[in-house]
Each structure stands twice: as structure tokens, then as C-alpha cells.
């Protein structure tokens, strides 16, 4: 990875050559290849960019800084770039509030103005109070742009004290502070290496976890996350004196995490184990209320099921679970009598996956997807159904949780063409009420349609799409068009709403998002058709959306751009290797590109659960048949296509994307620009609001520029 000093320096004269291009007016920087060469399995396999693993090496920051030298510029010379980036600025100047949350006599929400770089939290008493800010990010590193982000935030029972969380740079890592609400003071407290970790409040003190420091010479970002440990600390205590409470030297690779019932009488200890390939997890509890003193096992063996408690009632938990139920149900269980036998069904396995479950006021909220939309139900504590929420319309919803006295919930709402807006529900007349809208500048839904289409898939499964455009679409297969997707760790690809967006459909651009296999769209046996041995069904679900939209007269390859993140990167990568033709533009944005090394690094073996693992002889065949570096077609022609990443991503670490930006530079056709865009002080997401719309507003000016659009008006 790159920071400012690397930035400074001149490096690696015998590093970096140059390669002209035949259709632009600037040269790739050429990486010097190295020797390394990896047998898997009887299978020889080169990694000539190795070294680019080593994010703290001068050879790597000089090719970052190569590659920045030529793709800035490019974009800068973009000659409505900047008009660009103003509309995407514009568009999002706007209010932008969090459902509120409560405990003991305050709320909490936060706030954007329109434009912050992070978003501000605020405290007021009751729902009628004056807000009053109490943790404004902005204000904690002005001078390094405002990339210090505001992470956990975890108010105590009685409200005396909260648990707030500092991510820098866009960093995974946190170091948790304790404040004093009733007096805004931030106490001495501070615990570090914080990473895969809740805040469980239990009495003056609360459960988190965290890793060991690392040793002197490892990068903290790439280097990987081991030996994962629960510690309980007491207010107004040093880390140091911090007890612990759980740890697996045998397992290392373990996630562990504790969280406490909102009553505080239950301590829930979680544990999963995604690195041996397992997709579940493993749940113990201590009934505090019986001074019970170990984790007593309720489910001690880790499979590929899941358990999630809900609430608690009295000495019972209430669970939810895909175990027996692939689409999840929520059962009642005696900690004490834990086998499945003695289980009490409260809400049976349906049709649709549970989306999402909850309590406040005595009853069970429960939301279901039908077809990628947001369907909600409020059940009595026994599983009885009271009555269906009415939404306002087909989209996405969520929240609903709160205090078991609560008289009313809230839950946000949105969609395609709707901006999240805040509801209250009130239980006892079962009617919804818009507690905040926000006010989208120059906005109009009424000059946009949206629309759910299905679509054949190459086995015949028929895939669920949605596509929103301006009213008025002429199909003539000739219409500018972004499709993106993702498709992966039962993660549900929402058609949710964008103001960034506008600056695209304004300019007559057709937006089209594909809910592949892999996702947790139709639960988890549509997870399953899309991981490990089959994810080769993803890239194919992916293909047959760009196909149909072509066939269907909206888009032509030329003018369709495919666009994903993260495992949606893995995909616009794979795609492009094995259909390079289908689109005109790609955008990979930090995606899992090396698929037999990715779980060397930080928690990459969390992934192993959904791709396998390059260890495993089958998995392997598999892996190295569509991963994104080892599969570029030399010669060919790909897409005009730019590589999106960071240098403080310490998830899907930079070196993915910096090694198969230097191989495909290498071995692709030179008729397309192929361009890497790493950002500094950011992360796997975007470390504050303005490097998220500079980003996209790149992103934007690329693929017009490469469609062969030039816009004569940008704005409504």
C-alpha cells in the first residue's frame, strides 16, 4: 500500500520500463516480473507480481505512483469530468438522517447536512427534545480530509455511558473510547486492535474483542488476523487490566464474539469458524441471573447453520435459524434443555427467506423477501400473526427493533426511485406515519419508471432484475446502460435508491441491477447454487442479464457498462476474462482478484466458507478456472475497463487489484485504456463523502468518455 511519504520520493529506476499505446497518448508503466512460481496440487502456477503483496516495499509505491501519474490525468483531461463531479455533489447535497434509537431517556440519530464528510451523531432527550450534537468526526482530523470515521456507537443500559468506535483512513481496525452522556465527556478509556467486534454492556463494564497487537515489522493491513480473543472491560480501567474471556489458541483463524441480552441476564457467546470452509456457527450463553461463571454450550458443534438470538424471554432465548430450514425460522430454546428436540417453533420456515427479526413492544417483527422486496409482519411473543405492515409500495425496509415497553417503531423504506424515508409505526393502531423524508434536490419520481423483469439464466433458472430509466425509454439498442450486481455470501443485492445515480439517468442512462445466485435473494439454497464448486453459475447468471438487455433492444455491448465491489470486483473480473465482447466499459471496484491466495491475508480466510480454498484439490480446479488474474486471455480485446481500490483497504487487500491491473496491462490488446484508480487515506469503502463522489463521479466520466458520449447539458 502507498502512503504520502512513499508518494514524495522518486523510486525504482530499474523497476518500472514503459509500453506505448497504440490508441492513447500515454504508456503503461511496465512491473518488473519476478520468478515465483507456486505448485498447486501438480499444477505450476507463476505469480510474477509477488512482490506487489508487500504494501510496505518502495518497489510498490513507485508503481502506485506510475499508475496514478497516468490515470489521473486521463480523467482530468475528461473534458466534462468536473461537470460531473459537481452534478454527483449536487445531487447528494441534501439532508440525510439514521432512524432514531433510544436508551433510557435519550434518543439518538445522526445527521449529514448534505455535503460532511461523515455524518454527525446527536443526543436528545425524548422524541420531542432539542438535538444536540455529541459526536461531530468532522472535527476529529481536519487536516487529514476528513477520513476519521465515527464506528461503533453502543449506549449502556441506564444511558450513564456509550461506547464509541474510531476507524481512520477507512481501516477496519477500531479503537473504542468511552463518553459519559449526561456530560458529553470523553473518559480516559481507550482499548485498541479492535476488528470483528460487538460492545455487550453488561452492569459498569462491557464485552468486546479484539486481536493481539501485531508484531514489529507486520503490516497491520495486510498482514493476517489470527488468534481472535474476547476481553470484558471495566469502566474507568486500562486496557491492560481488561479480563479475558474467551480464547481459542487451537483455532485460530475463529471469529468470537459475546453480546448480552437487552436485560443484561444473558451473555451470548458466538463462534464461527468460516476459514475451515463451514458456514455456521457455534453459540453459547451464561444466564448472568444464576451466576453462572462459563459459556454453557446451546449449539457446540460448527456446521453450516446458522444461529442468531433474537431476545430473550424470561430463561428462554429466542433463536433464529436456517437449521432444518433453509429460509430461516425462529424456534424458542431452554438454554438449560438445548437439543433441537426441545425446541418450540414460533415461526415456521416459510416460502420466502426471513430477511430480518426483532422485538420491541412485546411482539416479533419479521420481514421476508418476496422477489427482492420487503414484505413485513408483526407476530405476538408466541408466533401468533397480528398483522401484515403495509409498506408504501414494493422496495426495501428495515429496522423495527426496540425496547420491550416501546409503543412505536421505526423502520426506513426505500427503493429504485424512492429515497430512504424514516416511518413510524405504531403498535397499537397498526398504522405507519413518514417521520422524515428527505428532500432530494431537484428530484422529480415521476420522471423515472422502474420495473422487475426475470430473466433465463444459462441452466434455465430464471434470474430476478430490476431497471429503472427515464420515462419514455425508446428500445432501440442503442440506450447507455450500467448494469451491476454481486452475487455472494447470501448478501441480498437490494434495488435500493442512489442520488449519485441521477447524474447517469439524466443523461438517458439505463440502470439495471441483477440479483444473481450466491446472493441471499430466494434464501440459502439460492446461496448455495452460487458458491464454491458452482460459482461458476454466478459469472453465468451475470452474462445472461447483459445478454438479455441487449436482446431486449436497451443497451448494444458497446454501450453497456458492467460494474461491481468487492466480490462484486471478483465478478466484473471473471466476466470480462470469459466474455469480453459482452460490454463496452467495466468497472472492478476492490475485488478478490488472486482466488489461490486470498486467504493469506488479514481475514481473508473468512472467505473459504463461500469460494473454497486453493488447499482443497477440487476447490482448487475450480478456483483457478475463473479467478480473475490467472484466467486474462493474452491479446484479446477487453472492455475499456478501470480498477478501483485503496491503500488502506485491509479487507480485500490492494494487492489484488494492483497485481491483475499489471497483468492485464499486460498481456490485453492495446485498443482500450486499462487503468487502476488507488485511492489514499481510504479503505475497502470509501473513507469519507467527498472520496465517495470523487470516485463516482470518475467512474461516471470513464464510461461515458468510453461509451463516446459527450453530454450537451448536465443537470435536471
Known amino acids: 500500500m502507498v502512503n504520502r511519504r512513499w508518494l514524495a520520493g522518486a523510486f525504482g529506476a530499474a523497476l518500472l520500463g514503459s509500453a506505448a499505446l497504440v490508441a492513447q497518448s500515454f504508456q503503461y508503466p511496465v512491473a518488473k516480473k519476478g520468478d515465483q512460481v507456486d505448485v498447486y496440487h501438480g499444477t505450476r502456477v507463476p505469480d510474477p507480481y509477488r512482490w506487489m503483496e508487500d504494501d510496505m516495499s518502495p518497489q510498490t509505491a513507485a508503481w502506485v505512483e506510475a499508475e496514478n501519474k497516468i490515470t489521473f490525468p486521463y480523467l482530468e483531461a475528461i473534458p466534462f469530468r468536473q461537470q460531473l463531479q459537481d452534478r454527483v455533489k449536487e445531487v447528494n447535497n441534501y439532508a440525510k438522517y439514521s432512524s432514531p434509537s433510544h436508551k433510557g431517556p435519550y434518543y439518538f440519530f445522526s445527521k449529514n447536512d448534505g455535503l460532511q464528510n461523515q455524518s454527525v451523531l446527536y443526543i436528545q432527550k425524548g422524541l420531542d427534545g432539542t438535538p444536540e450534537v455529541l459526536i461531530d468526526p468532522n472535527e476529529w482530523d481536519k487536516d487529514a480530509g476528513g477520513t476519521t470515521r465515527l464506528g461503533a456507537f453502543a449506549p449502556s443500559a441506564d444511558a450513564k455511558y456509550a461506547v464509541y468506535g474510531i476507524s481512520k483512513s477507512g481501516s477496519d481496525w477500531q479503537t473504542y473510547k468511552v463518553m459519559e452522556l449526561a456530560t458529553k465527556k470523553t473518559l480516559p478509556d481507550t482499548l485498541e486492535w479492535v476488528k470483528v467486534s460487538g460492545v455487550a454492556w453488561q452492569a459498569d463494564g462491557f464485552y468486546y474483542s479484539r486481536y493481539p497487537e501485531p508484531g514489529k515489522g507486520k503490516s497491520e493491513k495486510a498482514a493476517i488476523n489470527e488468534d481472535h480473543r474476547v476481553y470484558f472491560?471495566?469502566?474507568?480501567?486500562?486496557?491492560?487490566?481488561?479480563?479475558?474471556?474467551?480464547?481459542?489458541?487451537?483455532?485460530?483463524?475463529?471469529?468470537?464474539?459475546?453480546?448480552?441480552?437487552?436485560?443484561?441476564?444473558?451473555?451470548?457467546?458466538?463462534?464461527?469458524?468460516?476459514?475451515?470452509?463451514?458456514?455456521?456457527?457455534?453459540?453459547?450463553?451464561?444466564?448472568?441471573?444464576?451466576?453462572?461463571?462459563?459459556?454453557?454450550?446451546?449449539?457446540?458443534?460448527?456446521?453450516?447453520?446458522?444461529?442468531?438470538?433474537?431476545?430473550?424471554?424470561?430463561?428462554?432465548?429466542?433463536?433464529?435459524t436456517n437449521k432444518s430450514a433453509p429460509n430461516g425460522r425462529v424456534v424458542l430454546v431452554d438454554p438449560r434443555k438445548p437439543d433441537e428436540a426441545n425446541w418450540k417453533p414460533v415461526l415456521p420456515e416459510k416460502p420466502e427467506p426471513l430477511q430480518g427479526v426483532s422485538t420491541a413492544g412485546g411482539k416479533i417483527f419479521a420481514t421476508y423477501l418476496k422477489d427482492v422486496t420487503t414484505r413485513a409482519y408483526v407476530y405476538s411473543l408466541d408466533g401468533t400473526l397480528e398483522n401484515e405492515v403495509e409498506l408504501p409500495g414494493p422496495g426495501t425496509a428495515g429496522g423495527f427493533g426496540g425496547q420491550k415497553d416501546d409503543t412505536f417503531v421505526f423502520y426506513t423504506f426505500n427503493s429504485l426511485n424512492v429515497p430512504p424515508t424514516i416511518y413510524r409505526y405504531d403498535i397499537a393502531t397498526k398504522k405507519s406515519t413518514v417521520f422524515r423524508q428527505p428532500k432530494?434536490?431537484?428530484?422529480?419520481?415521476?420522471?423515472?419508471?422502474?420495473?422487475?423483469?426475470?430473466?433465463?439464466?444459462?441452466?434455465?433458472?430464471?434470474?430476478?432484475?430490476?431497471?429503472?430509466?427515464?420515462?419514455?425509454?425508446?428500445?432501440?439498442?442503442?440506450?447507455?446502460?450500467?448494469?451491476?450486481?454481486?452475487?455472494?455470501?447470501?448478501?441480498?443485492?437490494?434495488?435500493?435508491?442512489?442520488?449519485?445515480?441521477?447524474?447517469?439517468?439524466?443523461?438517458?442512462?439505463?440502470?439495471?441491477?441483477?440479483?444473481?445466485?450466491?446472493?441471499?435473494?430466494?434464501?440459502?439454497?439460492?446461496?448455495?447454487?452460487?458458491?464454491?464448486?458452482?460459482?461458476?453459475?454466478?459469472?453465468?447468471?451475470?452474462?445472461?442479464?447483459?445478454?438479455?438487455?441487449?436482446?431486449?433492444?436497451?443497451?448494444?455491448?458497446?454501450?453497456?457498462?458492467?460494474?461491481?465491489?468487492?466480490?462484486?470486483?471478483?465478478?466484473?473480473?471473471?466476466?470480462?476474462?470469459?466474455?469480453?465482447?459482452?460490454?463496452?466499459?467495466?468497472?472492478?471496484?476492490?475485488?478478490?482478484?488472486?482466488?489461490?491466495?486470498?486467504?493469506?491475508?488479514?481475514?481473508?480466510?473468512?472467505?473459504?466458507?463461500?469460494?473454497?480454498?486453493?488447499?482443497?484439490?477440487?476447490?482448487?480446479?475450480?478456483?483457478?478456472?475463473?479467478?480473475?488474474?490467472?484466467?486474462?486471455?493474452?491479446?484479446?480485446?477487453?472492455?475499456?475497463?478501470?480498477?478501483?481500490?485503496?491503500?488502506?483497504?485491509?479487507?480485500?487487500?490492494?494487492?489484488?487489484?494492483?497485481?491483475?491491473?499489471?497483468?492485464?496491462?499486460?498481456?490485453?490488446?492495446?485498443?482500450?485504456?486499462?487503468?487502476?484508480?488507488?485511492?489514499?487515506?481510504?479503505?475497502?469503502?470509501?473513507?469519507?463523502?467527498?472520496?465517495?463522489?470523487?470516485?463516482?463521479?470518475?467512474?461516471?466520466a470513464f464510461i461515458m468518455k468510453n461509451m463516446g458520449l459527450t453530454p450537451t447539458r448536465i443537470g435536471s
Open 233 to 320: 472491560h471495566k469502566v474507568g480501567t486500562t486496557q491492560s487490566q481488561d479480563r479475558q474471556i474467551y480464547q481459542d489458541s487451537a483455532n485460530p483463524q475463529r471469529f468470537n464474539t459475546v453480546e448480552t441480552t437487552d436485560d443484561e441476564r444473558f451473555a451470548l457467546l458466538t463462534v464461527s469458524d468460516r476459514g475451515k470452509g463451514k458456514d455456521g456457527n457455534a453459540l453459547f450463553a451464561r444466564d448472568l441471573s444464576r451466576g453462572e461463571r462459563e459459556f454453557n454450550p446451546v449449539v457446540r458443534n460448527i456446521g453450516n447453520e446458522s444461529y442468531g438470538v433474537v431476545d430473550n424471554l424470561g430463561d428462554k432465548l429466542l433463536v433464529e
Open 440 to 700: 432530494v434536490p431537484g428530484y422529480n419520481p415521476d420522471a423515472f419508471e422502474t420495473k422487475a423483469v426475470f430473466y433465463t439464466s444459462k441452466d434455465g433458472t430464471k434470474i430476478p432484475m430490476f431497471i429503472v430509466h427515464k420515462k419514455g425509454l425508446t428500445l432501440d439498442g442503442n440506450n447507455p446502460t450500467l448494469l451491476y450486481a454481486y452475487g455472494g455470501f447470501n448478501i441480498v443485492q437490494s434495488p435500493t435508491f442512489s442520488a449519485s445515480r441521477l447524474a447517469l439517468l439524466e443523461q438517458g442512462f439505463v440502470y439495471a441491477n441483477a440479483n444473481l445466485r450466491g446472493g441471499g435473494e430466494y434464501g440459502e439454497q439460492w446461496h448455495q447454487q452460487g458458491m464454491k464448486l458452482k460459482k461458476q453459475n454466478v459469472f453465468d447468471d451475470f452474462i445472461a442479464a447483459g445478454e438479455w438487455l441487449i436482446a431486449n433492444k436497451y443497451t448494444s455491448s458497446p454501450r453497456l457498462a458492467i460494474q461491481g465491489g468487492s466480490n462484486g470486483g471478483l465478478l466484473i473480473g471473471a466476466v470480462i476474462n470469459q466474455r469480453p465482447d459482452l460490454a463496452g466499459v467495466a468497472i472492478p471496484q476492490v475485488g478478490v482478484m488472486d482466488m489461490l491466495r486470498f486467504h493469506k491475508f488479514t481475514i481473508g480466510f473468512n472467505w473459504i466458507a463461500d469460494y473454497g480454498s486453493s488447499d482443497n484439490p477440487d476447490e482448487f480446479k475450480a478456483l483457478y478456472a475463473y479467478s480473475p488474474l490467472h484466467n486474462i486471455k493474452a491479446g484479446a480485446k477487453y472492455p475499456a475497463t478501470l480498477i478501483t481500490t485503496a491503500d488502506h483497504d485491509d479487507r480485500v487487500v490492494p494487492a489484488h487489484s494492483f497485481k491483475y491491473a499489471a497483468t492485464l496491462q499486460e498481456k490485453a490488446s492495446k485498443e482500450t485504456p486499462i487503468l487502476i484508480r488507488i485511492d489514499t487515506k481510504s479503505g475497502h469503502g470509501a473513507s469519507s463523502l467527498t472520496k465517495a463522489l470523487e470516485t463516482t463521479g470518475d467512474i461516471y
